[in-house]
């Protein structure tokens, strides 16, 4: 059983820094593709960050400059560090994991994240 557990989500002024984490348990975590994606009230989920079995990486364009994904595959931990936050980043985190060999993805339960100005 795949299980995605996030944590590190909180309410921040603008400008500050926040840092999620997820842990993944029940899978083989280091080849597999993790990503980020958030969810604003009335909006569609949306691609954050990723990052490959190999370590490549896709950001959003409204992100980039500012948030940071990384990965300890010791730990099955991927971090999405967030920085230069803005009220427009306000939404539900949510962790991914998509396997590579079946295309089978496992969400998290997701974070809050609140920006205020």
């Known amino acids: 059983q795949v299980q995605l557990v996030e944590s590190g989500g909180g309410s921040v002024q603008a400008g500050g820094s926040l840092r999620l984490s997820c842990v993944v348990s029940g899978s083989i975590f280091s080849i597999h593709t993790v990503g980020w994606y958030r969810q604003a009230p009335g909006k569609q989920r949306d691609l954050v960050a990723s990052m490959s079995g190999g370590g490549s990486t896709n950001y959003a364009e409204s992100v980039k400059g500012r948030f940071t994904i990384s990965r300890d595959n010791a730990q099955k931990t991927v971090y999405l560090q967030m920085n230069s936050l803005k009220p427009e980043d306000t939404a539900v985190y949510y962790c991914?994991?998509?396997?590579?060999?079946?295309?089978?993805?496992?969400w998290g339960q997701g974070t809050q994240v609140t920006v205020s100005s």
């Open positions: 991914r994991l998509l396997v590579v060999t079946t295309r089978r993805e496992y």
